[in-house]
């Protein structure tokens, strides 16, 4: 019998651990310019709607874009768990140790860049850091931190950083993230029907993770290929469900027995359901959450 861990290294739900330590890989509101006032001393936190910044991957010359929304305050509220640091970092890192984050409510990772929310002063935060005096950029504060490896923008409730090590463009993607938000590109769900449709079949959940191929990318791929997928993972106490939804070029692409008979055999994990509607797959399971985290 396999274990867990190794089956979701296999194959199918490969890069599900590796979206809670923040190192899936790529394969796959109008704003109303007021940044005067970023003190988060209010009770509500701005909320993150991921189809706000998801951006066309071809506007960026890449094939592929992967997004994954974290809710910081579920994670956390668990006991201690193997990948803790890591996961931690995801939220954390690249503010020189000046964020807790039990501070930060929700983060939204698209391509090489971080979207935060929270109760931390966002303007305050940034101006703390050695960085250069803001420039005004569609409605935002961006600041670009000495070290030319990390550019910061702040604004409408939000904080947003992007890193050198990324291998992204740092002010190309920021600044694409910013004009997807404002409405201008259209966003990826805008322009991809199959990345908007497995968007819409995903479930809510304390982890979203999505990634979806260009239509010129989709169009030479063969007929096993996942050109969009989701996963989504709720957790509930000693439990927690993962659904994952895949969407194949074509439908005979998809074995549901051979992937059923995988699941069945692999230790700690409760099959709820396994379904194929033409191209999408969709699959639910349950795993106990301190073998999950």
């Known amino acids: ?56 991957p071809a506007s960026m010359d890449r094939d592929s874009i992967t ?9 956390f509220s668990q006991d201690s768990f193997p990948n803790e640091e890591a996961i931690r970092s995801n939220f954390t890192g690249g ?49 670009a931190h000495e070290s030319a490896s990390r550019l910061f923008a702040v604004g409408d409730g939000y904080l947003l950083k992007s890193e050198a090590s990324s291998g992204y463009d740092l002010r190309g993607e920021l600044e694409l993230l910013i004009d997807t938000y404002n409405g201008d590109p259209d966003g990826f769900v805008d322009v991809d029907d199959d990345y908007a449709l497995v968007s819409d079949e995903l479930g809510a959940g304390h982890v979203v993770h999505t990634s979806g ?56 994990i409760e099959l709820n359901t396994i379904e194929q509607d033409g191209r999408l797959l969709t699959v639910e399971i349950t795993i106990p959450t301190e073998k999950f985290l």
């Open 95 to 143: 503010y020189d140790g000046q964020l807790a984050v039990e501070d930060v409510a929700t983060g939204l990772e698209v391509g090489g860049t971080h979207v935060l929310t929270g109760t931390f002063d966002a303007t305050a935060l940034v101006e703390g850091l050695a960085v250069s005096s803001a420039e005004a950029y569609g409605g935002f504060d961006v600041y």
């Open 213 to 268: 191929m260009t239509e010129s990318a989709a169009a030479d791929a063969d007929a096993k290929t996942v050109i969009a997928n989701g996963e989504s993972f709720e957790i509930d106490g000693t439990e927690t469900r993962l659904e994952w939804v895949e969407l194949y070029k074509h439908a005979d692409g998809i074995d549901v027995e051979r992937l059923e008979s995988e699941l069945t055999n692999v230790e700690e």
């Open 67 to 75: 997004a994954t929304l974290r809710d910081a305050e579920a994670l």
């Open 1 to 56: 019998m396999q274990s867990r861990r190794n089956f979701l290294r296999a194959g199918t739900g490969a890069a599900l651990l590796a979206t809670l330590a923040g190192c899936s890989d790529e394969s796959t509101a109008t704003d109303d310019g007021d940044t005067d006032d970023q003190s988060d001393s209010d009770d509500a936190v701005t909320e993150i709607e991921p189809a706000d910044w998801v951006y066309d």
